[in-house]
């Protein structure tokens, strides 16, 4: 027991003793010089007295204020100071260089990228280039001088790495590849970016180049600009005073900008301004308050801008790593596109899964496509949706063109089988759709191979389309213009005159697979808001849920808080 005491009183001193010399032996709180032209010579001693600390303290350096400071990339910093002999990179006797100036512009700008100026050093750089500016003795202080130089360093090597790869981990259908730079990657990129000058133009570089994200970019810039210092109440779900929630409704019109405060008591002139915002998010422009528009109205401004930079995000994990040629498949806003060479060559209308029978995001390529097809019933769906009415009458199969085929391909007939013994985990048999114009995959199926059994098709249900939520289907998505697509995708198959060939098959309703001979790149992804040229933005309903995770896990990067958005309806 004695000894216990002995041990546990000999230890705390030694930890404080240790602490105490970490402290003394860490950078002084001020380094002042008697005039600036013998600056220099001081600020590269204290640069490479904060780099010895800040290396054996991972990465924690000591602040102004007794705070701590983090050098997020300290590894990367302390090589690039140890190559310049611990010479300041971003100052020269008491001045800013020009190109320190355009990284705290940068920095500042990159809300617009969908990111936090505090993850850069953004605040504590903001003080201390004011105080070197404007005080006298500030200016001849090595201490400021050097805390800049490095946060300066830091934030250019993070925010490399942040634009380039993206802030969150890539997951599988990631198309961008890697998750960091290298130290000698980001060393030499930002060697050479200080030597050339052109610190700027590097950082610009490394952004996506697609100009979609060009575009977001501009419309975050221009949201956060439309919607300064504007605040709006929430709206009743459910109401029973019509009038009273038709004068909230305008006035909720009027606190997003979209609507004139002259025009608060002409009907037409809110409805007008309420179908302007069902067209710019998403929703059947029909000039009702349904329970989805209401809940569109009610998102807040700090919303929005999370859901902006989550879709940023999005577009740095693909990067610039599009091929020529791809279908591009965007669930929220039920969409294809085909693109050739930069360019949209066909748009169609499509329809998606449901919640619980999501469409999943992934990556593939067209294989081929078959014309009349079989519709091979999902056994998830032959157990919740059929064998309860196929126990109550077989004649469910006949009436919806059903047939159940054993594993020789033989058709068995119905009336023969013992329906309750059947369920999701026995199922000895095939259950499929005979082909024609009442087959749930309508007359084409695309396939891709993928580990989810989903392809694109047709539909026997064309009118479905005329929906404006059209996430109703099992997970396979269903394609308006398939005509189009299927024309597209044989266009160069001249030698066995293919178009012709297909059309023949289609007009006298022949069961055919037709090989691809290019395997266009397919992709299904999961963008909530989309930008045009001048910034303008739509957003689209978070369909599965997918932002909420995203932005919970963008925004509990580090400790800080997200300040720029998390204070915008403020």
């Given amino acids: 027991m004695r000894k216990s005491l002995f041990v546990r009183h000999m230890v705390l001193p030694a930890a404080l003793c240790w602490l105490l010399v970490s402290c003394h032996s860490g950078p002084p709180k001020t380094d002042v010089a008697k005039n600036v032209q013998s600056l220099n010579e001081r600020v590269e001693k204290d640069i490479g007295t904060y780099v010895s600390f800040f290396e054996s303290h991972k990465g924690k350096m000591p602040g102004e204020q007794g705070d701590t400071i983090e050098i997020h990339q300290y590894s990367a910093v302390g090589l690039f100071y140890a190559n310049r002999h611990n010479r300041a990179a971003w100052s020269d006797t008491g001045r800013l260089l020009p190109q320190a100036d355009s990284l705290l512009d940068i920095i500042s700008g990159s809300e617009d990228d ?36 490095i946060l300066l360093t830091d934030a250019f090597m993070r925010l490399a790495g942040d634009l380039h790869y993206g802030l969150l981990p890539p997951d599988s259908i990631s198309l961008q ?41 501009r419309g975050m ?36 900008g979209a609507l004139d405060s002259s025009a608060v008591h002409s009907a037409a002139a809110v409805t007008g301004a309420l179908k302007a915002f069902q067209r710019s998010h998403g929703l059947y422009p029909d000039g009702v308050a349904g329970t989805r528009t209401v809940a569109a109205l009610n ?108 594993r020789h391909n033989n058709i068995v007939d119905p009336s023969r089988l013992q329906w309750n013994k059947y369920n999701r985990h026995y199922f000895p048999y095939v259950m499929r759709q005979m082909t024609g114009l009442d087959n749930s995959l309508g007359i084409i199926k695309f ?50 005159h293919m178009r012709d060939s297909v059309l023949w098959w289609l007009a006298t309703q022949q069961q055919k697979w037709v ?20 910034g303008k933005i739509t957003f689209y309903p978070d369909v599965y849920g997918y932002d909420t995770v995203m932005m919970h896990k963008m925004f509990r990067r580090t400790a800080e808080k997200y300040l720029p958005f998390a204070s915008a309806d403020r």
Wanted: hydrophobic fraction near 35%.
């Fill in 221 to 256: 810039d221009a949201y956060r600009r439309k919607y300064a210092g504007r605040s709006w109440d929430t709206l009743p779900v459910k109401y029973s005073d019509t009038p009273v929630f038709r004068r909230q409704l305008a006035q909720r019109l009027v606190e997003g």
């Fill in 177 to 217: 590849k890697g998750t960091a730079y290298s130290d000698s990657t980001v060393i030499g990129m930002l060697t050479g970016a200080i030597r050339h000058g052109n610190v700027r133009k590097t950082v610009d570089s490394l952004r996506p180049q697609g100009r979609q994200y060009r575009w977001l970019s």
């Fill in 299 to 406: 998102l807040s401004k700090s919303y929005r801008l999370r859901q902006i930079a989550v879709n940023l995000e999005r577009w740095r994990h693909v990067g610039d790593s599009l091929p020529q040629e791809y279908v591009w498949i965007n669930i929220p806003s039920y969409r294809m596109e085909v693109w050739d060479h930069d360019s949209v060559v066909i748009t169609s209308k499509v329809i998606v899964g449901k919640p619980g029978h999501e469409t999943p995001l992934l990556n593939s390529r067209l294989t081929n496509y078959q014309l009349y097809p079989y519709w091979r019933v999902p056994i998830s769906i032959i157990a919740k949706e059929m064998l309860p009415a196929i126990r109550r009458d077989t004649g469910y199969l006949r009436k919806h063109n059903l047939e159940v085929v054993d």
């Fill in 114 to 149: 969908g990111l936090n100026p505090a993850w850069y050093h953004g605040p504590s750089l903001r003080t201390l280039t004011r105080q070197v500016k404007t005080d006298s003795t500030a200016r001849r202080d090595a201490i400021k001088w050097s805390t800049v130089d």
């Fill in 515 to 534: 090989p691809l001979r290019t395997r266009v790149p397919v992709y299904t992804r999961y963008f909530t808001c989309a930008a045009d040229s001048t």
């Fill in 447 to 496: 396939n891709f191979r993928n580990k989810y059994s989903v392809y694109l098709h047709d539909t026997n249900l064309r009118n479905l389309f005329n929906m404006a939520q059209r996430d109703i289907s099992h997970g396979c998505v269903r394609v308006q213009r398939w005509d189009t697509l299927a024309m597209y995708l044989i266009r160069g198959d001249t030698l066995r």
